[in-house]
């Protein structure tokens, strides 16, 4: 098997069935053979009913408390077949099935690339700060990133979207796979387990999807205290590839330019409340040893992760 796609979900809803299909649409067209593995956390609107009975998806149900941004990608990682493994998210939309393609020919290129993730535009019903963090996170410009970008990229270096990234098989057994027991941020560990064993990470502006959020600010408190968990139980990754803060200091400054360049002068007054909240957010988090697990589930936008840390 050349390729396998997987997809985690969980109450993906109808337009899970369109993704299916532009999946679908690459594998005809590609004579190496392709597969299918979505593992489902046991949705409950039916939406993923249609795979039952399709013999070209392999659909794996496990219980929603079983659920881990790491562990589950492991399990469907273990059952794929493919050299290839190209992860989506359910809320993504494929531009053109062309963009599957487009990741691939990029491992096929160059033989040190471990990680190749694409581009991601904002969707149509993006807001301002929902798309220009898309325009700054994806440029238009392709790049290859290794261990001696580390100095002139910091943390960037490692930076990895599971919307829409693909793996070399190979690769991520070589690091043991993805850490088993996460908050979020799979990908980025993954990333540094690769750059560190001497693997590229390649960003390819030409595999575009769109995919994009309106967070609303406490869902931006609740997952920057997420991410500030993450870094904060891996210091490993800050000490290797710098402190995330300056980077997200740096995506502050041009968002900010971003809103003066458009004129939305009134968005001014809550860009900088849900940059103080996304701070503090990631500052609690990264301190999150010193609260108690009621507040921390209050305070973490994955709450599943919380239940079993009593």
Partial sequence: ????????VYN????????????????????????????DSSSTDGSTRFMENDPSIKLIKIKKSDFNHGGTRNTASSLASGEYLIFLTQDVVIRDSQCFGNLIRT??????IGIAYGRQLPKSNADFLGRTSRQINYPPQSQIKSLVDKTKLGIKTIFVSNSFAAYRKRALDEIHGF??????????????????????????????????????????????????????KEKWILEEF??????????VVRQFRSLLADKQLSLIPGFVLRNFLKY???KLGMNEKLLPLFIKKKLSMNKQYWHNKG
């Fill in 12 to 39: 993906p809803g109808p337009d899970i069935k369109e993704l299916v299909d532009c999946i679908k649409d690459f594998s005809l067209k590609n004579k190496e053979g392709t597969e299918i593995l979505v593992v």
């Fill in 242 to 251: 710098s402190q995330a803060e300056g980077e997200g200091a740096k995506f």
């Fill in 280 to 282: 503090l957010g990631y």
């Fill in 179 to 232: 850490p088993t027991d996460v908050i979020m941020n799979e990908d980025q560990y993954v990333g540094a387990k690769m750059i560190e064993h001497g693997w590229s990470i390649a960003y390819c502006a030409d595999a575009c999807v769109y995919h994009s959020h309106n967070y609303t600010h406490s869902q931006e408190f609740k997952r920057y205290f997420d991410i500030g968990v993450f870094f904060g």
């Fill in 1 to 8: 098997m050349k390729v396998s796609f997987i997809i985690p």
């Fill in 107 to 112: 491992f096929e290129e160059d033989p040190k």
